[in-house]
């Protein structure tokens, strides 16, 4: 059993905490612009990705298409997005990020990077660099478990 071998356990719940320190460090530091864990994330998938679909954010963000739907309006009534209509297809829109969504989101990352910068500095590059392999290795694992689970 997974659980019984003490490696696997350390693993799973040290990748858990950084996950869930580093979302609510996030969480603490984007308050003061206003801005939730879920708008961030948009914002910098849209940053990435500019005059995408819905759909496709949802996609980005693994989540549903409500979910993101409901993400979008709250970026709208911000005036860091707008949505446009797709020109090939009506039934869709195109999600256009503002000047406004793009300084908000450059803001956050400003507010953030402080914390982020202190606890990578802490780690020399060359461990760094030994362990990402592994970690992108596991997440490409765990994503391909899952996709076959359902």
């Known amino acids: 059993m997974l659980f019984e071998n003490e490696p696997y356990f350390k693993f799973i719940q040290l990748i858990a ?9 996030t969480e603490r530091r984007i308050k003061t612009l206003k801005m ?3 708008q961030f994330g948009a ?3 849209l940053v990435r990705k500019d005059n995408i679909t819905q759909r496709e954010l949802a996609e980005l963000l693994e989540t549903d298409a409500t979910t993101a739907m409901v993400l979008c309006d709250s970026l709208e009534k911000k005036e ?3 949505r446009k209509r797709d020109k090939t297809d009506r039934r869709v829109n195109r999600l256009i990020l503002t000047n406004s969504g ?3 989101c450059a803001q956050a990352m400003d507010l953030i990077q402080t914390g982020y910068e202190y606890v990578l500095n802490k780690t020399p590059s060359d461990e760094l660099n030994k362990v990402l392999p592994f970690l992108e290795e596991a997440y490409q ?5 899952f996709e076959k689970v359902g």
């Open 43 to 45: 914002l910098m998938a």
């Open 141 to 145: 694992n765990i994503t391909k478990a």
């Open 102 to 104: 793009r300084n908000a």
């Open 17 to 25: 905490g950084i996950h869930i320190r580093t979302r609510k460090f």
């Open 36 to 38: 939730t864990y879920p």
């Open 80 to 82: 860091w997005l707008i």
